[in-house]
């Protein structure tokens, strides 16, 4: 039953976590309507990395079931290639990445590890300076653009609404449940609400009563003009992760983060820094063989972080009608199972696939008040001009 | 909010505070091109007594020349850009303020590129001072200065016509460069798109440099340019063809050879013997320093479109100021409304197969589809259903949207060729008016560079320690099985935050 003013469910947030969301409680039966303050995918889902192998997670199994068969399920490319290479340069980042291995595989996964030959044979564009590395046959990568995109549509193709440029501004509680909406372009009702506004959850639920701690910071990477196709795209290594797209780029970043402050309206720029030289150099020494390709853009990105990293998906208890989804800077990957879990959260209360308990927010009851900045995870001052004001040119 | 609460400020050893190194060298003014208005804005601040670095990129890299960056040379250049001596001595020929402010103590850089500039501003404090990013072929640095001037000059808006993808279709900035500034033109017979004053201008400087000019070209129904210069071309014997529009350029192994031009409503075609056309329709001011800045910008169709906020020459950024035509073009019959004549005129007569963008292989149907590129296979039914239009109705249509989702103007000339018609095209297929499409994101290297050259080889120690592939949250990557068990801590030892997935 679609209401002229409000749907069964609203989402807020158009980015991964909340059109998946929105899509699966949409495949569902269910009346939906997403809210986003600006354009859909705009903030992190349309500006990482592209990685799907989040195998610690408890949503990792059925991310593995589902991508190979997202492209089918929401009708528009993802371009997700499975599989992923991790190499060394260096024989502490190799002893690294062998005790990944091993995680991995007492985790029931396949992983080889490759010598050095190995490596040069499976990676073309790799360098003498490989040590080795592992093959992970699990996980692998997909186009965070086109994939937002394509939740967003599939959404539209089975009913449901994405209002773009609709800021929320408040949320009214009647009984103890969620029961409106407000926004820059009108007041929706709704049963229930979905709340994965990214760095901006935390700012929406505050007036509710819910203390959600996250601290957002700004991330970069880089891209270069295509090199030829390389059999598995997913490789990382040197400090970076990143993956060849299916035209050929070579998308990658890591590094130094910068903690920023976000308001209901978003971060006001995703300024780039010299980074981008860093993040070079690192590409240039992973893939020796690419290093005369031309970087052509740079950007970045803002990244919501929980105190311990983790996600917290949980369907509260006050209000009872309101489910939180926050992938602290792994939201990407774990989309397709993220929308399962919230929609199982929606319709019957409880994730059917996976225990996610330890996903809760109960876990940071104890957390002090002065947690980001005893971490050092706040933004620095504006520091004044070090060179004195500047005279007419 | 969490992080206002008191106590002792902790410390993110990943954090970028402290990371980014200082520049070697700092200068009182730093001016980016050294054309008439960059030339003489360091002039002048050295005759004031400061320190000044003009910066160019003529001679510009036979590569880059290539790739039409930073100007549409269209694969008109003769092998003398192969000979870096000759070029520079050419550079510091064309413009006699280089030589002059070189006497005046300026220090000049040539064939050095301006791939960044950095303040701090909204979401980054990070920077430790204002500095430009510079590269030359080899390597690349950050000079700082007090004052920086941008002087970037403008470059030509393209159109897509069919064959406009092959060697001979080049702008009215490039064959002025190639001209004046390198003596390096590879074309003998060059047919110009447009009749304004810079068509007109164009014909001029090709005829004086001996250049057989076939025809002037113009898409409306009489030349626009001042009558004086119509007069003087005419008498010269280069007819002015109206109401016509480029239907296709011809060619063989060395590029084009004839221009076939059809009348705008329709009618028998006609044809042009030459080997280059020159695009000579509009100018777009070189703002990309500026936007990658964060410089205030606004659309401005008197002054060439998307053109900085400007008090006098200053910028809304602290110290850094806009002069020459990157600061705004008078633009007199070349404004933004008579390219749109073009465009309306080119998608009228052109195939739908024709590529908008170069360099991602885009037609102009994929474009206007909000196609997937080819190497995705064929579209999905779903897919067969969008389009610009139905963007279009779920929120204001935004370029940047569509380059994620057609490529177009993603590829290494950084849209160059394409970033106006791509506009041009979202705005005539759904009606929204020229100015209300946003301007899509310029983003840093403003040139494309090999990695080898932008990576920073001699990377401070701060930096080199404090890296992490993520964020450096040891906890995050914990398998969920072993989180609050006795394992936890056993993983966190062992991996710390470094996780490659």
């Known amino acids: 039953m679609q209401r002229p003013n409000g749907a069964t469910v609203v989402v807020i947030g158009a980015g991964v976590t909340g059109l998946s969301s929105a899509w699966w409680l949409a495949r569902s039966g269910l009346d939906v309507l997403v809210l986003d303050k600006g354009v859909v995918g705009w903030e992190a889902s349309g500006r990482n990395g592209g990685g799907a192998s989040h195998y610690h997670s408890p949503l990792f199994q059925e991310e593995q079931r589902l991508w190979p068969q997202m492209d089918a399920l929401l009708g528009y490319a993802t371009e997700y290639r499975r599989e992923r290479i991790i190499m060394a340069l260096t024989p502490e980042h190799l002893a690294h990445y062998r005790y990944m291995a091993d995680m991995h595989r007492e985790l029931g996964y396949r992983v080889d590890e490759l010598d050095a030959q190995a490596i040069r044979e499976a990676v073309p564009l790799a360098g003498d300076n490989a040590l080795g590395g592992i093959h992970v046959f699990f996980g692998g990568h997909a186009n965070p653009q086109r994939t937002v995109q394509a939740y967003a549509w599939a959404l539209q193709d089975l009913g449901g609404r994405v209002l773009q440029h609709t800021a929320v501004t408040g949320v009214e509680m009647q009984g103890g449940r969620v029961r409106l909406i407000r926004t820059t372009r009108g007041d929706f009702g709704c049963d229930s609400l979905v709340i994965a506004a990214g760095p901006q959850t935390g700012l929406l639920l505050e007036p509710l009563g819910v203390h959600l701690p996250l601290a957002p910071a700004r991330a970069e990477m880089i891209v270069t003009e295509p090199a030829p196709l390389m059999a598995v795209g997913g490789v990382d290594g040197n400090g970076l992760y990143g993956r060849q797209t299916l035209r050929g780029n070579l998308a990658y970043g890591g590094g130094p983060h910068e903690w920023i402050d976000v308001d209901a309206q978003g971060p006001e720029a995703r300024p780039t820094t010299p980074l981008l030289r860093n993040l070079s150099r690192r590409l240039a020494e992973l893939l020796p063989k690419a290093a005369h390709l031309r970087v052509i853009r740079s950007w970045a990105g803002v990244i919501e972080n929980t105190p311990d990293g983790r996600p917290v998906i949980e369907r509260l208890s006050h209000p009872e009608n309101l489910v939180v989804a926050t992938l602290s800077g792994v939201g990407f990957g774990l989309s397709p199972a993220t929308g399962h879990a919230v929609r199982d959260l929606v319709i019957d209360g409880v994730c059917s696939f996976a225990d996610i308990g330890k996903l809760s927010l109960a876990r940071f009851a104890d957390l002090p008040p002065d947690w980001r900045r005893s971490r050092g995870w706040v933004a620095e001052a504006m520091r004044a001009a070090p060179l004195g004001l500047p005279a007419e040119v | ?501």
């Open chain 2, 1 to 501: 909010m969490d992080g206002e609460a008191s106590g002792p400020l902790g410390r993110d050893p990943h954090s970028i505070a402290g990371k980014l190194a200082r520049p070697d060298r700092r200068f009182d003014v730093v001016v980016i091109g050294a054309g008439p208005a960059g030339a003489k804005a360091a002039l002048d601040a050295a005759l004031d007594g400061s320190s000044v670095l003009l910066v160019d990129e003529n001679p510009v890299s036979p590569g880059l020349i290539g790739l039409d960056v930073p100007l549409y040379y269209g694969g008109r250049a003769t092998g003398a850009v192969q000979n870096p001596g000759r070029m520079l001595e050419q550079v510091f020929g064309a413009n006699p303020l280089i030589a002059a402010a070189f006497e005046a103590g300026v220090e000049v850089a040539l064939a050095t590129s301006a791939w960044g500039a950095y303040i701090n501003g909204p979401g980054l404090n990070a920077i430790p001072e204002p500095v430009v990013g510079l590269a030359d072929e080899q390597s690349a640095w950050t000079c700082g200065f007090r004052r920086l001037v941008v002087a970037a000059g403008a470059r030509d808006i393209a159109l897509a016509f069919k064959g406009w993808d092959q060697p001979g279709v080049m702008g009215a900035q490039a064959l002025h460069a190639l001209l004046a500034r390198y003596d390096a033109f590879a074309g003998r017979r060059v047919v110009i798109l447009g009749s304004g004053a810079l068509a007109l201008k164009t014909a001029l400087d090709a005829l004086r440099a001996g250049v057989d000019v076939a025809a002037l070209v113009e898409v409306r129904d009489r030349p626009q340019g001042p009558k004086a210069l119509v007069d003087r071309l005419v008498g010269a014997g280069v007819p002015v063809l109206t109401g016509l529009v480029p239907i296709e350029a011809l060619g063989g192994v060395s590029g084009v050879e004839t221009l076939v031009l059809g009348p705008v409503g329709g009618g028998a075609p006609v044809e042009i013997l030459c080997d280059t056309v020159c695009q000579a329709i509009g100018l777009a001011p070189a703002i990309e320093l500026l936007a990658v800045l964060g410089a205030q910008l606004t659309f401005d169709p008197s002054r060439g479109g998307h053109v900085p906020v400007l008090d006098g020459s200053a910028s809304s950024l602290h110290g850094v100021f806009a002069v020459g035509d990157c600061a705004g073009i008078a633009v007199g019959e070349e404004g933004p409304a008579y390219g749109l004549d073009w465009m309306r005129a080119l998608i009228g007569v052109g195939e739908p197969s024709v590529l908008v963008c170069q360099c991602e292989e885009v037609s102009r149907s994929a474009l206007i589809g909000v196609e997937q590129p080819a190497y995705l296979g064929p579209l999905s039914d779903a897919l067969r259903r969008r389009s610009l239009n139905t963007l279009a109705r779920e929120g204001p249509i935004n370029p940047d949207q569509i380059k994620r989702l057609t490529r177009a103007c993603m590829g290494p000339c950084q849209a160059r060729r394409c970033r106006e018609q791509v506009a041009m095209t979202l705005c005539i297929a759904t009606g929204t008016p020229l100015g209300e499409i946003p301007l899509a994101s310029y983003r840093a290297p403003v040139r494309p560079l090999p990695l080898k050259v932008l990576a920073d080889w001699s990377e401070g120690a701060a930096m080199t320690a404090g890296w992490d592939v993520w964020f450096g949250i040891a906890s995050q990557w914990i398998p969920y099985r072993d989180i609050g068990g006795p394992r936890e801590a056993m993983h966190i030892a062992a991996l710390g935050g470094d996780m490659h997935m």
